[in-house]
Every structure is written in structure tokens, then in C-alpha cells.
């Protein structure tokens, strides 16, 4: 049986630094499960099912890849997919503490590993927090997303 890894994230919206994780992630394992938190209570820009098309857009290319949404612990969601991984993309060191507390919580929770994979130094200063930050003042984000993102930040938050 194959090893499916799961891609969890908020994804609001999917940037090409997420991108970059998923591909690779999906040379290493048969199938990679792309899992967006359904999660009203932090307000997303975007809701579920916009952040859910733009990443099946995004992805569309990789036949590996799933794109799938869930509401609830990760840990859950894991096992009614029959995932024993959890893959996250590391920037710097300040992903760290947040990412490595989440990491034990989860292998305490359900025995479930995360692997850690390296940014790829051209993606390490990019995040969707940043790329709507500057979206909002009606900067350029071509190449930080893909064009189908940037023309919905475009249409969602106009510029300022
Ligand atoms: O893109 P993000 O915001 O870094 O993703 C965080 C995410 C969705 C992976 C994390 O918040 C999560 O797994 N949430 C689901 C609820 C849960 O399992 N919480 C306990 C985590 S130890």
C-alpha cells in the first residue's frame, strides 16, 4: 500500500512557496492530500470553497495531488484519510516553535510524524499574510501567487 502524506495549511490563499512544498512533497510520497482548515473563527480573506478552487486550479498539473477541506483536529482528519505523515514547509527559524509544538501535540494526540521540508530559499520571505498585506495597498504580487490568485486579490481587496 501506498504512503499518502498530508499537506495541512489555512491556505488564505495559496502562495507559490506553498506550491513549491506540495510538488516535492509529491516526489516523495505516491499520494500527498492537500488539507485546508475549514475555520470560520479566524476569518479567512477567503472562504473554503474559493481557497479549495484555487488550490485545485494551482494543482491541477500534479496527478498525485488531492485537494480536500476539514473541520476539526488534524489528527482526525488523518486517520479517516489513512495517513501516518503530516508534510510542513519550514522557513526560517521563527516557523519553528510554532510548527514543532504542533508537531509533538500531534504525534502525542495520534502517534503521527511530521516531516519537515525546507523552503526553497526563493519562497522564504513569502506568506499569505504578507501577500494580502500588500495586495490591500494595491502592490504587485504577480510571481508571488498564481495569476488566477492575484486576479481574485485583486477583485476581493481592490488596493488601496
Ligand atoms: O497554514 P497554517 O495556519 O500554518 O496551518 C495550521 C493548521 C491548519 C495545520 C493547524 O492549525 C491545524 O492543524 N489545525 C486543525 C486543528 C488541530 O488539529 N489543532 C491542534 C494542532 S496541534
Redesign the pocket.
Known amino acids: 500500500m501506498g504512503v499518502t502524506a498530508l499537506c495541512?495549511?489555512?491556505?488564505d490563499p495559496v502562495t507559490n512557496g506553498h506550491l513549491d512544498i506540495i510538488e516535492r512533497a509529491g516526489q516523495h510520497f505516491d499520494g500527498v492530500v492537500v488539507a485546508v482548515?475549514e475555520n470560520p473563527a479566524k476569518r479567512p480573506l477567503f472562504d473554503v470553497d474559493e481557497r479549495l478552487q484555487m488550490l485545485r486550479e494551482a494543482t491541477a498539473g500534479l496527478v498525485n495531488v488531492e485537494v480536500d477541506s476539514f473541520t476539526?483536529?488534524?489528527?482526525e482528519y488523518a486517520r479517516r484519510k489513512g495517513s501516518g505523515v503530516i508534510v510542513k514547509g519550514l522557513r526560517a527559524v521563527t516557523d519553528f516553535e510554532y510548527e514543532i509544538?504542533?508537531a509533538q501535540?500531534?504525534r502525542r494526540l495520534a502517534g503521527i510524524e511530521t516531516l519537515f521540508m525546507t523552503t526553497a530559499p526563493t519562497w522564504s520571505f513569502l506568506s499569505s499574510s504578507l501577500v494580502k498585506e500588500v495586495a490591500g495597498f494595491g502592490g504587485d504580487v504577480s510571481g508571488l501567487v498564481p495569476p488566477s490568485v492575484a486576479d481574485r486579490l485583486k477583485r476581493k481587496l481592490g488596493g488601496a
Open positions: 495541512p495549511g489555512t491556505f482548515l476539526g483536529l488534524l489528527v509544538q504542533m501535540m500531534n
